[in-house]
């Protein structure tokens, strides 16, 4: 690969070569030694010294994987209080909490809960007399996908999903008295998160799985109740006409509104925000020869659409990223008649409902969300005042209704409904209640820090045990939120209760992806990580003896570069995968000096010196993750054994290829935080002999 090709004329400079004996460590023994390997004039010393433990099908390498894997269950094994923050962690797993889903038509709330034994149940409930009616409770072996009611709310669409085999059945229940139709579409693409209803609950619109797997996904198709699949109607998306073609990754949905004459066909392309936009009049449906007016394209920079009535509301991110709404008459539909009502402002603009009096917006500042009321016409904005600073999960309004519904929640406060009044007061209307966990007892603290080099401000939250003093004396978590929109606000996470019990703290540091994929980098957030880290340490919150970091998901190279650019920042790290170089794949050339530099600073691998007092790490690796093969955290962790000079940090890895390790996600939470607070030095945790 010519990116290896590239380390090849480096190796020689850096002068990496592979330590066969590794150290003794202090207390839990020698790492697995590293297979010998025969000198070839593949493996001179101009060649990447670890690079035979790419060969996954060598029988050696296979079996040096097993034997740190089995290294590294055993140290952990021996860590005290490991096994009560498991218990901990099951019993937290196990409370029941709402699922933050919560949706409003006509009067009627549709939300869901799952029970002890971890089966699902819909519930609709009166607003006004709070009475509830379980729809469905799923059996054992299924899980509610998604459920969307009808405009009128007289039936309920729900996607219930064969966990075993991962089949998808989309089923149709009559709210009146929750009876389920004959109706069967087990053809629903699988990766649909919700359907369209007909205004007039007679039909729906449904995205169908393409017949060959992978080909697209899938085109929408109408379904009329009580009729066989067979005379399903297909009306927009890949390989229904000729005249408007698809690419394999977009996505079609259909959205209708009770008061409109229109249905609105919104493309997403791929990972893109910017969407394309069709029109159409419902009586003017023709199954594949509907003629879609084309309204938007990609170009235009429409994030998202509403409709209302004979108007449509629009996002547009044309002028500015963070968003502005504009208004459009369907009389006259064409998107330079647009007039905007809500320009962009500093708040991102994620969301918006149309209710009877108002427009409802969610938008995010620092990290958190805001609920931002203004009328029709865009006149009379307000900003609402929340309970707390937290993440709208939910927001949905009628168009018949005065008021908007919504679910907030918090890193540290499970998800509550409430409603907004038409005077913009927030009332707890209690769908779903907040068992008292323990999270009452925690307090948090909202930073706001300089990005270095820049004026932006980078955001920060703090989790604390109420009453402790932040004085540096305490383990501290540090782990980072990225994403676009709704995904880069914290979400609650009651497992976090375990950590934080431990007499300890947690930081978040919230960093925005950036909107242009093609711009994208593994490395994006590392400046703001490591800014917060910085600030964390001389504020006097933490210190590096006490700062710890975990990065949960795979695909990401900041926290590498920390490890191979900052070790002296952290006393331990842990990590879901590492990916610790590129798998370029353009042509190699001679590297200049210049080369050599930028490519060794942006590979965490080639930056891993010898002599260096490295934190502790544990490092799992996850088989057929693409942007993180295995083989990239086991070059990292046999290098990063051999240069660390901190013989009291271990670095320990374990990976499940090959079936040498089964992952259980809670057994492996409490082996992840029991390593990162025996490396803390926290009370309760420490080796076994």
Do not use: C
Request: aromatic share 8%; no cysteine; hydrophobic share 40%.
């Amino acid at each position: 690969m010519p990116a290896k090709q590239n380390i090849k004329q480096l190796l020689a400079v850096l002068g990496i070569v592979p330590a066969l004996a590794h150290a003794q460590l202090q207390a839990w023994g020698d790492y697995p030694a590293l297979p010998r390997q025969a000198v070839t004039g593949q493996t001179s010393a101009l060649t990447d010294p670890y690079r035979f433990l790419e060969s996954l099908s060598d029988t050696q390498v296979r079996s040096w994987m097993k034997k740190q894997t089995d290294f590294s269950n055993t140290v952990l094994a021996r860590i005290t209080g490991r096994d009560g923050l498991l218990k901990r962690l099951k019993v937290l797993q196990a409370t029941e909490f709402g699922t933050g889903r919560l949706i409003e038509v006509r009067g009627m709330q549709f939300f869901a809960r799952t029970t002890a034994d971890n089966r699902q149940q819909l519930f609709m409930r009166n607003a006004a007399t709070n009475a509830e009616r379980l729809l469905l409770l799923t059996e054992p072996g299924q899980s509610l996908g998604f459920f969307t009611p009808s405009l009128d709310g007289s039936h309920v669409a729900v996607d219930i999903v064969n966990t075993g085999r991962q089949r998808h059945s989309l089923r149709i229940i009559k709210t009146s008295d929750a009876s389920m139709l004959k109706d069967n579409l087990d053809a629903i693409a699988p990766d649909s998160n919700e359907v369209t209803w007909k205004p007039d609950s007679t039909a729906i619109y449904y995205r169908k799985a393409p017949a060959k797997i992978s080909a697209d996904r899938g085109a929408v198709w109408q379904h009329v109740l009580g009729s066989k699949l067979e005379t399903d109607l297909p009306l927009i998306g890949p390989g229904v006409s000729k005249s408007r073609r698809f690419t394999a990754t977009d996505a079609v949905v259909i959205k209708s509104n009770q008061n409109s004459a229109y249905l609105l066909a919104e493309v997403q392309h791929g990972q893109s925000q910017d969407r394309s936009l069709y029109l159409i009049k419902q009586d003017q449906l023709k199954g594949a020869a509907t003629a879609w007016q084309k309204l938007a394209s990609p170009t235009d920079k429409l994030r998202n659409a509403w409709l209302a009535g004979e108007q449509i509301y629009l996002l547009s991110a044309k002028k500015k990223s963070a968003g502005a709404i504009l208004k459009l008459d369907l009389k006259t539909p064409q998107l330079s008649a647009a007039k905007e009502v809500v320009p962009a402002s500093s708040d991102e603009l994620l969301n918006m409902v149309v209710a009877k009096n108002a427009l409802y917006i969610h938008a995010a500042e620092a990290g958190y969300s805001k609920l931002i009321k203004t009328e029709l016409d865009g006149s009379k904005k307000e900003e609402l005042t929340l309970p707390y600073s937290g993440r709208i999960s939910e927001l949905n309004a009628d168009a018949e209704t005065e008021g908007a519904l919504f679910v907030l929640e918090a890193a540290n406060a499970a998800p509550l409904s409430y409603r907004a009044l038409a005077g913009g007061q927030i009332r707890n209307v209690e769908v779903f209640r907040s068992p008292q966990v323990g999270f009452h007892r925690i307090a948090s603290k909202n930073l706001s820090i300089s990005k270095p080099g820049t004026n932006k401000q980078i955001a920060l939250t703090l989790f604390y045990p109420q009453g402790m003093e932040l004085d540096g004396k305490h383990p501290l978590l540090l782990t980072m939120e990225t994403g676009t929109g709704l995904s880069k606000l914290a979400k609650f996470d009651a497992l976090r209760l375990a950590w934080l019990e431990q007499d300890a703290v947690m930081a978040i540091v919230y960093v925005p992806a950036n909107e242009n994929i093609k711009q994208r980098s593994a490395n994006d957030g590392l400046d703001e990580f490591l800014a917060a880290a910085d600030y964390l340490v001389s504020e006097g919150y933490t210190s590096s003896g006490k700062l710890v970091t975990q990065e949960p998901s795979p695909g990401k190279r900041w926290l590498a570069q920390a490890i191979s650019h900052r070790p002296e920042l952290f006393a331990a790290v842990q990590s879901a995968a590492l990916q610790s170089e590129s798998t370029g794949n353009g042509k190699s050339k001679k590297l200049t000096a210049a080369d050599k530099a930028k490519l060794v600073n942006g590979n965490p691998y080639l930056s891993l010196r010898d002599g260096q007092p490295y934190p502790a790490a544990l490092i799992s690796a996850r088989f057929g993750v693409a942007d993180t093969p295995i083989w990239m955290s086991s070059k990292f962790v046999a290098r990063f054994q051999a240069a660390t000079v901190n013989k009291s940090r271990p670095v320990l890895f374990r990976t499940d290829f090959a079936n040498v390790w089964k992952a259980d996600a809670l057994a492996e939470q409490a082996d992840n935080w029991a390593f990162l607070l025996w490396q803390a030095g926290q009370k309760g945790f420490s080796l076994q002999p």
